[in-house]
């Protein structure tokens, strides 16, 4: 703030009021003072909690020795990092960035470079859906089905459709001699939590087997543990092509990746792309940190359980309710889809204590940490529970 109290920010972000200064686990303070539940995670991104020791020891030993010295020279720990990333995918090869949005505009040129570099189709064009997310960059947004995100950036570059989501016509409806790849979202996470369904990804990658397509899966939210596996490809038996990471991979702290098969790397020879912040050597040891203890600890597995858990009881408790529509999602990615816009509701899940965040305007999103203790998991549902019930109620008239 200046000293007139007017912040020097661009207003890019709608807040909301509260200041948080303190984590430490699954539990968040403000500048009051307040404790939270913390049921968002920074949108799937403090995976291991907040100020996780597994995550600090490695920066401090890091910040000790070497901080960046630029991908002109060899930085062990993107091997060690992108070796561990390999050795549990079905990918081949990993290029290290900063954020997803870069990581999906890695995963785009490489797909348009793949198609005119080596198979000489002068294919780019890319087929994503209706209420995904990619990103804001130029391209990812572009590539972002929602209107919303595209409003005063014109002109937009060239080269992205759009299919319905979960309906396979509609993808073969749009694949032409210009399409050399397609674009999903396992869980459409900012489109409300929707999950792909296991029969449309089957036959999605047939399509693409058929037409000679690039399968890019955005594992951006989805990835490192989130839904109960490692990757959200792994419950649907495909493997893309390309996948791209972000959010969790860190644990915190920024980094971002894209993945893709071996028969891709010639796409991208020396020269053709690059990221001056991409895998430093203080990021990749997060990243190794974040990942080597999300696997060690079967955290994935965790999540899994904890996310079955967290249904049944959402559903159990929330049976009836007028304001509750349907409860979705895999792991610990969930939605509570709502008859109303849940901005109000969330605001007073947050007086009492707890945090989440939206997925679209009539959706509350829960992502925690896949460490959250079972009690505070516990608390935190009893809040948004309570506070649903509570509504439901006044609207009612009981």
Known sequence: MTEQGKSSLFPTYSRYPITLVKGEGSRLWDDTGKEYIDMMSGIAVAALGHAPKEIKEKLIEQLDQLWHVGN????????????????????DNVFFCSTGAEANEGAIKLARRYSQKILNNGRYEIITFNMSFHGRTLATLTATGQDKVKEGFLPLPEGFVYANYNDIESVRSLV?????????????????????????????????????????????????????????????????????????????????????????????????????????????????????????????????????????????????????????????????????PASEIISEIHKQGVLVIPAGPNVIRLVPALTIPQADLDQALDVVCGVLSQKASTISGV
Request: proline content about 4%; charged content about 15%.
């Open 72 to 91: 002109l020279f060899h930085i062990p720990n993107q091997e060690k990092l992108a070796g561990l990333l390999t050795a549990n995918s079905c990918a």
């Open 176 to 340: 032409n001699e210009r399409t050399c790849a397609v674009m999903l979202e396992f869980v459409q996470g900012e489109g409300g939590v929707l999950p792909a369904d296991p029969e449309f990804v089957k036959q999605l990658a047939a399509l693409c087997k058929e037409h000679n397509l690039l399968l890019i899966a955005d594992e951006i939210q989805t990835g490192v543990g989130r839904t109960g596996k490692l990757f959200a490809y792994e419950h649907y038996g495909v493997e893309p092509d390309i996948f791209t990471l972000a959010k969790g991979l860190g644990g915190g702290f920024p980094i971002g990746a894209m993945l893709g098969k071996g028969y891709l790397a010639e796409a991208f020879n020396a020269g053709s792309h690059g990221s001056t912040f991409g895998g430093t050597p203080i990021a990749t040891a997060a990243g190794h940190a974040a990942l080597s203890t999300i696997i060690s600890n079967q955290l994935p597995e965790r999540a899994a359980q904890l996310g079955e858990y967290t249904v049944k009881k959402l559903e159990s408790a929330l049976a009836g309710n007028p304001l509750v529509k349907s409860i979705r999602g895999i792991g610990l990615l969930i939605g509570i889809e709502l008859t109303q």
